[in-house]
């Protein structure tokens, strides 16, 4: 597959390894998991860096595999998901980190064209947002106004 933005075709990333059962060397059972899952959210992670200290510090290398579930259903379930999902997020605070640098160095042309691409990214997952409905279709991503709701 392409990249977006640029003509190289790049390869393809890490697979995981195909299994339907989750190991049997997991330690913890289904309900603790969840509860580490709830305690990590309440610390402020986000649902990939409670994925990375699960597979770390505890040992569960899966949780969709060991579980079940995806992390951010989980988090759905517990009422403590998100507004913005976590990938758009990450883009919208590159962008600002962008607009702050253009700023200070407004020759920089360089970054200026990752600034418009980083906005045509999040143009496009928030189309992709609001059509699979984990977006409201009244949401909009303004530039200016931004900073103040993050």
Excluded: C, F
Aim: charged residues 35%; proline residues 5%.
């Amino acid at each position: 597959m392409s990249r977006k933005y640029s003509s190289s075709k790049g390869k393809a990333g890490s697979t995981k390894p195909i299994r339907k059962n989750p190991p049997s060397w997991i330690r913890y059972k289904s309900t603790e998991a969840e509860m580490l899952i709830v305690k990590l959210a309440k610390e402020g992670k986000t649902p990939s860096q409670i994925g990375l200290v699960l597979r770390d510090v505890y040992g569960i290398p899966d949780v969709k595999n060991a579980l079940g579930k995806k992390v951010t259903k989980i988090l759905a379930e517990k009422k403590l998901a998100k507004d913005i999902p976590e990938d758009l997020l990450a883009l919208i605070k590159r962008s600002i980190a962008l607009k702050k640098h253009i700023e200070k160095n407004k020759k920089d042309q360089t970054s200026k064209r990752g600034l418009m691409l980083t906005e045509s990214k999040i143009r496009a997952l928030v189309k992709y947002y609001k059509k699979t409905k984990k977006l409201s279709a009244e949401w909009k991503y303004e530039p200016d106004k931004i900073r103040l709701y993050i």
